[in-house]
């Protein structure tokens, strides 16, 4: 036991009064307080006051790519606080980590797309992302071209621009709503955004939406490699060039969306990488320090940076106080050294046919299972009622929280994803996941499935 019982009490009470929780029902915290209290982490292991120890199949938040506990990324933020904590870049002013972290980030991702804004997380690099692209039209003396337009199922984070982009009503339903100019499309229909007409959701497609506002009114779209909290629903081959092609025959910038995918989540350094499409704006976050510190990043590509540069003479208006943090950029270039020196992509992209395997396994084994896919280490399958005829549990009986439940009680964290009666299992797992853990995982879910039958 980490703690003894009466200050676990006392922290559970403190909890209850003071913490507002983020994304969390409130209703519950005030019934029961938190669910977890942790305090270490060590690989895809997270141990709470009582000394137990959960596998963190989901990374904490789909973000601590390098798994919990390495010591060289506190050693690398302590020197750096030591040096230089922190410097503004406002003004032009600068400092070495953020030099060196752009130059390495453009190594890593594709194309021209070599020029970096920094944020504090992917909400932030959203919302500079939309902010950029408008400004880039208005520039180029279009100043209609401000529509978005982004993909149902898509999470793009909080903010008023980024829960806008977000279509998981939920988000919209927090005050103040869905910002003007924010559109959605059906996901997906690769046929359609190739100009099939006859597929009944042609006019819900990219392709239809453009058409109906008009290319002059649109100024970027945005959209996951991999939908992420919508689901884990992954871009089918041919979809991303579809979409690039569409973006060039009509001249709209497109955004990907990053957040979750980028540095090696799907088995690649970048989501965009499964498919060789180079997008015009990326956004960064998460995988980019694994979460050991606040860090987001908005790659343009060069020719957008010298269009900006080449028809205005204006100031940037844009800037957080901490865009560029000097010790967030030094933490970022530790983590990006580990990915690349344990070859974590590549062992990414070899455990995904592990994870697959084992879905396979729980498919075959329980009725309730289906649907199973898996991109790297990001992974999902679905629970139906009846899968022979596939039908899903009535959207009043959810049943995928309490299979998380009845993980939670063996040791293991994944998350739910419920709308209408659809019930999905989520995982995410650190990246260091090895063969033998992912096994000890699906074990768990074949005991836990068993427990909800
Ligand atoms: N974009 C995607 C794809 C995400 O998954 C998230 C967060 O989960 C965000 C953006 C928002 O990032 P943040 O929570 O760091 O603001």
Redesign the pocket.
């Known amino acids: 036991k980490v703690m003894d019982e009466k200050e676990i009490k006392r922290l559970e009470e403190l909890d209850k009064k003071y913490f507002l929780h983020p994304t969390s029902s409130l209703k519950q915290h005030q019934e029961k307080g938190p669910k977890f209290i942790f305090t270490e982490g060590n690989g895809v292991y997270l141990k709470d006051v009582h000394g137990d120890q959960y596998i963190d199949a989901l990374a904490s938040?789909?973000n601590v790519n390098i798994g919990h506990g390495r010591k060289e990324l506190g050693e690398v933020a302590s020197q750096q606080m030591g040096k230089l904590a922190y410097s503004s870049a406002f003004n032009n002013l600068s400092h070495e980590p953020v030099i060196r972290l752009s130059e390495k980030l453009a190594s890593l991702t594709p194309g021209d797309l070599n020029v970096f804004f920094y944020t504090s997380?992917?909400?932030?690099?959203?919302d500079t992302a939309f902010k950029l692209v408008r400004h880039y039209w208005k520039l180029k003396g279009l100043p209609e071209k401000k529509k978005i337009i982004g993909l149902e199922r898509g999470?793009?984070?909080?903010?008023v621009a980024?829960s806008s982009a977000t279509a998981i009503r939920q988000f919209q339903e927090m005050a103040p709503g869905k910002a003007p100019d924010f559109l959605h499309a059906v996901p997906h229909k690769t046929n359609c955004e190739l100009g099939d007409k006859n597929d009944p959701d042609y006019a819900r497609s990219l392709r239809g939406i453009i058409e109906r506002e008009g290319a002059e009114t649109i100024a970027a779209v945005i959209m996951?490699p991999v939908q992420?909290?919508g689901g884990i629903h992954i871009a089918p081959e041919g979809y991303f060039e579809a979409v690039r092609q569409l973006c060039d025959e009509y001249g709209i910038l497109m955004i990907a969306?990053e957040?979750?995918?980028g540095f090696g989540r799907t088995g690649q350094m970048f989501g965009v990488d499964n498919w060789n499409v180079v997008p015009d704006v990326m956004?960064m976050?998460?995988g980019i320090t694994s979460g050991y510190i606040q860090l987001?990043a908005v790659g343009i590509t060069e020719r957008l940076r010298d269009d900006l540069a080449n028809v205005s003479n204006d100031v940037l208006f844009h800037g957080f106080t901490y865009s560029g943090h000097p010790t967030a950029c030094a933490v970022a270039l530790k983590n990006i050294d580990i990915l690349e020196k344990e070859n974590l992509v590549e062992h990414t992209k070899q455990m995904e046919s592990v994870l697959a395997k084992g879905f396979n396994y729980l498919e075959e084994k329980h009725s309730i299972v289906a649907k199973s896919r898996a991109k790297g280490l990001l992974g999902a399958f679905e629970l139906l009622a009846d899968r022979e005829n596939g039908i899903q549990f009535s959207p009043d009986k959810t049943v995928a929280p309490l299979l998380v439940e009845q993980c939670f009680k063996r040791k293991l964290i994944v998350r739910p994803v419920t709308y209408g009666g659809t019930n999905i299992i989520a995982m995410s797992p650190p990246l260091v996941m090895t063969k033998e853990e992912i096994e000890t995982m699906i074990a768990i879910f074949d005991e836990a499935i068993k427990a909800v039958k």
């Open positions: 938040l789909w997380g992917g909400s932030e690099s959203n999470y793009h984070g909080v903010t980024a996951e992420g909290a969306d957040v979750i995918c956004s976050a998460k987001g």
